[in-house]
């Protein structure tokens, strides 16, 4: 058993760290407030190479794995800048058309996704499936070379900042008549292609979209692969990336939160000389939250380090535990440290409450707690499936 990072990724959580706070939550909050995106944040981490982390370095990138990404997602997050697009873009689509693409999908995606300069969101989510993926109603239809795709998905996060999105639809299986998952890459722009964008209750730059597929008409070589038989376990293989990145960005989120905390109760006095901090009323929800962090972060990079190694299926069960530990703990951290600040808390300059729509999200996106309790359930304790 080993727990000791290796030096090169202490060396890049040092150096995401620097890059992280230069920008700091108050950017994060001005960019959201204005309507705008962290554009400068993502590309500078993209031109020092950390969006690419993950990516082969024949293709340009860091020729890490999913661990060296966690660290980038985890330490942007630390710095008050949770970026979920980490998440859909290097970690879903890149993993997807890295394991399962052609080898001309590789050459053409790979080298935007290693210098940051391409981002491709991720559409699964449609209003009448949710959860059940096996409802998905978005259809893929041949005509002749060309595919026509139609359909609606919702929750698409940063299409308004894509140049594609990777969108999961169903084909015809041509020798059982029944539909099975395919993966398509679609230019955000294509004809057909609409959006909308959704209102949310969350202070955050990345926005989120209803999108609408009427006919939208690709050329054969958008199909993720060499055939409609690459699409299911090009599906699963972006699942255990999306689990590990996200959880890690909400263990970043519960850190910056514990830490904004205790630098204020150390020092607000409202009791005579000392400090709230003292006051174990105060200090033990603080250090109760942290627990549950760095609890969660063991399980995040011991999930990191069984998928670099190859181990998809024991994978699999600790990025579900870690993104569902990481969920309910991030959500405690910034509650508790909304409560330690008292009114301050709630006020934006203390850059607190502003993450409480975000963590409140975590449990229940990519992925809701209850389908990873189910997952638990099913495949840890062997119990039978209600649905
Ligand atoms: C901020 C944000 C960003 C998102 N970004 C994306 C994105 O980029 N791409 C994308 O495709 N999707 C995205 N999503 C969608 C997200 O993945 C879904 O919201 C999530 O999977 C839950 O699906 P649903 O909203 O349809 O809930 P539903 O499936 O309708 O579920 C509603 C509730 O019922 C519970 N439930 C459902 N079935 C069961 C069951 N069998 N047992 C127990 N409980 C159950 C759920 O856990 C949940 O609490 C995003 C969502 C949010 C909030």
Not at 281 to 292: R, T
Request: hydrophobic content about 45%.
């Amino acid at each position: 058993m080993n727990f000791d990072p290796t030096d090169e990724q202490e060396q890049l959580r040092d150096a995401v760290r620097a890059l992280g706070r230069r920008y700091g939550h108050d950017y994060f909050v001005a960019k959201a407030r204005a309507g705008e995106h962290t554009t400068e944040l993502w590309a500078e981490a993209g031109r020092l190479g950390y969006l690419g982390v993950n990516i082969p370095a024949e293709y340009g990138g860091g020729g890490g794995g999913i661990t060296e990404l966690a660290i980038v997602c985890e330490e942007l997050a630390a710095a008050g800048c949770p970026l979920l697009l980490l998440v859909v873009s290097p970690a879903i689509a890149a993993t997807v058309i890295n394991r399962h693409g052609t080898e001309a999908q590789r050459k053409r995606f790979l080298p935007g996704f290693a210098d940051g300069s391409l981002k491709v969101v991720f559409a699964i989510t449609e209003p009448e499936a949710g959860s059940n993926f096996h409802r998905l109603g978005t259809v893929a239809r041949r005509d002749g070379d060309d595919w026509l795709l139609s359909g609606r998905k919702c929750f698409i996060s940063g299409v308004d900042e894509a140049k594609y999105v990777l969108v999961v639809a169903r084909t015809e299986d041509a020798t059982t008549g029944r539909l099975k998952p395919a993966l398509f890459v679609v230019p955000a722009d294509a004809p057909g292609l609409t959006r909308s964008k959704l209102d949310m209750e969350i202070v955050s730059p990345e926005n989120q979209f209803l999108l609408y597929l009427d006919d939208v008409r690709l050329p054969a070589d958008a199909l993720v692969g060499e055939s409609v038989d690459a699409g299911l376990p090009a599906l699963f293989s972006g699942l255990n990336p999306e689990r590990i990145t996200v959880a890690a960005m909400g263990a970043g989120t519960g850190r910056y939160a514990i830490e904004r905390a205790s630098t204020y109760t150390a020092t607000r006095k409202v009791w005579g000389g000392r400090s709230i901090g003292s006051h174990q009323g105060v200090s033990h929800p603080l250090a109760h939250a942290a627990v549950q962090v760095e609890l969660a972060r063991l399980m995040i990079y011991k999930a990191a380090t069984l998928y670099d190694a190859g181990r998809d299926l024991e994978a699999g069960v600790s990025a579900n535990m870690a993104k569902y530990a990481t969920g309910e703990a991030a959500a405690l951290a910034v509650d508790t440290a909304v409560q330690v600040h008292g009114g301050a808390g709630m006020t934006t300059e203390y850059g607190v409450a502003t993450l409480l729509g975000a963590v409140r999200a975590g449990r229940i996106a990519p992925v809701s707690r209850e389908m990873i309790l189910n997952y638990v359930a099913q495949h840890v304790l062997n119990q039978e499936k209600s649905y």
